[in-house]
């Protein structure tokens, strides 16, 4: 990690630190969110390739 990403970590860490109970947990929320959006959309990608359909005879050689 570049030092530049690790000052931007800690400065979020320290935001964080400084929310209200109530909001932390809603960007627990939205962290939450943001990781099955990622995953679904990984999935997505995996499950419209032609090479992966193929492999299981999903559509015609």
Not at 5 to 16: G, N, P, Q, V, W
Not at 36 to 42: D, G, R, S
């Amino acid at each position: 990690m570049s030092k530049a990403a690790a000052i931007s970590d800690e400065k979020i860490l320290a935001d964080y630190d400084r929310l209200s109970p109530k909001r932390k947990k809603e960007v627990g929320d939205f962290i939450a969110y943001l990781r099955v959006k990622e995953e679904l959309e990984a999935t997505k990608r995996i499950a419209s390739s032609k090479i992966y359909l193929k492999a299981f005879s999903v559509i015609p050689k």
